[in-house]
């Protein structure tokens, strides 16, 4: 037996001021965005911006539904928009931000394992990273240099 380590890595930033003006930009649409939200279940609202290597931004925010599984989170609105109407693009940087209507989200919020798989598929097809950058309403904000740090061991098309 042995063992193995896997290690990932973060950075974070206080504030959104702190952020690079692109990303701070698009950090700035995706708390926009958010606001689109239908979260009439949750009332939690996401928001997502993607930045794309066209120069395009794609904007996304989660839909919930009455049968609840068939709602669909920011990130893979976004994400799939973005493969809907640009499949020739990479994405460059993906913001996301969440917040509560009934309290206020302090902690980064990181995407779901379904959104993080959902991008794992893109970041393999273009064969380049997607710098992703989580913050909740207010306070830090942490950045990872590709959605590998958000999912190590991840399941891909090598393995079918
Ligand atoms: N949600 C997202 O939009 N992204 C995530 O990564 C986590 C969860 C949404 C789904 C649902 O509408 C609400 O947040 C509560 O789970």
């Given at each position: 037996m042995k063992d193995i380590t896997i290690t990932t890595q973060f950075s974070v930033f206080d504030s959104v001021q702190e952020l690079p003006n692109d990303v701070q930009n698009l950090m700035e649409q995706a708390i926009t965005v958010r606001k689109?939200?239908?979260a009439p279940y949750s009332q939690f609202r996401v928001g997502a911006a993607l930045l794309l290597d066209n120069g395009k931004v794609v904007l996304g925010s989660n839909q919930e539904n009455a049968a609840y599984p068939s709602g669909l989170c920011?990130?893979?609105v976004a994400i799939f928009q973005a493969g809907s109407i640009y499949p020739e693009a990479k994405i460059v940087l993906m913001a996301i931000t969440a917040a509560s209507d009934?309290?206020?989200t302090k902690a980064p919020i990181p995407p779901c394992g379904s959104c993080r798989q959902s991008i794992a598929?893109?970041?393999?097809k273009q064969d380049t990273p997607i710098e992703i950058y989580f913050m909740g309403e207010i306070g830090a904000i942490y950045k990872s240099e590709s959605l590998k740090?958000?999912?190590?061991?991840?399941?891909?098309?090598?393995?079918?």
């Open positions: 689109n939200a239908y920011a990130e893979r009934t309290n206020t598929e893109y970041e393999i740090n958000l999912l190590p061991f991840m399941f891909d098309k090598k393995f079918l």
